[in-house]
């Protein structure tokens, strides 16, 4: 069964950076876009970010365009979120998911099979 865990959060100031891994098991993740999405106390889950399996496009939420960069490394199964330039908006717990479409946002990740627990990150004023 397919299995997504992902690592790296943790407490920053506002102003720094962490880097997201989500790794990846029990199905073939070159056929997988993966992306992330967090979510806020008392909000609704936001798509951040996600990368295609075929030609590993890009596509960010407005939100984070020019902080953050998504990646991922097909021979570890394994897709980064590099967070820059945090905010303590950007506080959440932070989950990776696959999908069988990656698109540009405000629609993001389409047809998710696969979902991890989360990690949480807190950015400090």
């Known amino acids: 069964e397919g299995q997504l865990v992902e690592s790296g959060g943790g407490l920053v100031q506002a102003g720094g950076s962490l880097r997201l891994s989500c790794a990846a098991s029990?199905?073939?993740?070159?056929?997988?876009?993966i992306g992330w999405f967090r979510q806020a106390p008392g909000k609704d889950r936001e798509g951040v970010s996600c990368?295609?399996?075929?030609?590993?496009?890009?596509y960010y939420a407005d939100s984070v365009k020019g902080r953050m960069t998504i990646s991922r490394d097909n021979a570890k199964n394994t897709v980064y979120l590099q967070m820059n330039s945090l905010k303590p908006e950007d506080t959440a717990v932070y989950y990776c998911?696959?999908?069988?479409?990656?698109?540009?946002?405000?629609?993001?990740?389409?047809?998710?099979?696969?979902w991890g627990k989360g990690t949480l990150v807190t950015v400090s004023s």
């Open positions: 990368i295609r399996s075929s030609d590993a496009t890009t």
């Open positions: 998911a696959a999908a069988e479409l990656c698109a540009k946002y405000p629609g993001g990740l389409y047809g998710i099979d696969y």
């Open positions: 029990g199905f073939t993740f070159d056929d997988y876009g």
